[in-house]
């Protein structure tokens, strides 16, 4: 185990539960905002001469970003999704 799941243990989410499109969005913003509180934690370690502190926030922001990202990317396709299968309907009336 690294020193960064000791400090953030990642979520697990059952593959089989369906999550909505308004859950990809709250998802992708709890990460964001996890990803903004390390950047701050990262500053202040900075600020501070922690380099090893620094790094681990670093890190941890870093990984909730991607982790973002791949929510809010989700959330995109599974919006178009919505949209094309809409817009389907509209054209078979």
């Known amino acids: 185990m690294t ?3 000791t ?3 990642e979520i697990h989410v ?3 539960e369906y999550e ?3 859950d990809y969005h709250r998802i992708a913003a709890l990460h964001y905002s996890q990803a903004a509180k390390h950047h701050s ?6 600020d ?3 380099a090893e502190a620094r790094d681990s ?3 941890l922001a870093y990984r909730h970003k991607l982790v973002a990202n791949q929510y809010a990317e989700m959330a995109v396709i599974e919006s178009d999704e919505l949209t094309d299968d809409e817009s389907e309907e ?4």
């Open 48 to 50: 501070h001469g922690h």
């Open 20 to 22: 909505s499109l308004a």
């Open 7 to 9: 400090l953030d243990p």
């Open 41 to 46: 934690l990262a500053a202040d370690a900075d």
């Open 57 to 59: 926030h670093v890190f």
């Open 14 to 16: 059952d593959e089989e």
């Open 3 to 5: 020193n960064a799941q």
């Open 90 to 93: 509209i054209h078979a009336a």
